[in-house]
């Protein structure tokens, strides 16, 4: 059974950091993409940014480029979310995700690409 368990979210100041974290479980995630998307209450849940498996490519939404950043850790089964510079339309609840058949390219990716989800953690930026 695949599991991928989101961590590092809370209350944060604009202009502030916060580092997700995805760590995933049950299966190979070698040579799979991961994703984070986000949802906030409601709206959609809306791609942010993905990483190829050797993290070499990535691709971020135009609004948190420079701000965001993503990585992972093979060896951890572990992808990351590094936010900087934070802002309160960043508020929402940060979802990861994995799909062995997704393949990343220079496009926002929709959410039904992804077969593989966290449960989500929860980011509010207060103003």
């Known amino acids: 059974q695949v599991r991928l368990v989101e961590s590092g979210g809370g209350l944060v100041q604009a202009g502030g950091s916060l580092r997700l974290s995805c760590a995933g479980s049950?299966?190979?995630?070698?040579?799979?993409?991961m994703g984070w998307f986000r949802q906030a209450p409601g709206k959609e849940r809306d791609f942010v940014t993905a990483?190829?498996?050797?993290?070499?490519?990535?691709y971020y939404i135009d609004s948190v480029k420079g701000r965001f950043t993503v990585s992972r850790d093979n060896a951890k089964n572990t992808v990351y979310l590094q936010m900087n510079s934070v802002k309160p339309e960043d508020t929402a609840v940060y979802y990861c995700?994995?799909?062995?058949?997704?393949?990343?390219?220079?496009?926002?990716?929709?959410?039904?690409?992804?077969?593989?989800w966290g449960q989500g953690t929860q980011v509010t930026v207060s103003s």
């Open positions: 049950g299966r190979s995630f070698v040579g799979v993409t």
């Open positions: 990483i190829s498996w050797s993290g070499g490519s990535t």
């Open positions: 995700a994995a799909d062995p058949r997704f393949r990343l390219a220079a496009r926002a990716a929709d959410a039904n690409e992804f077969e593989y």
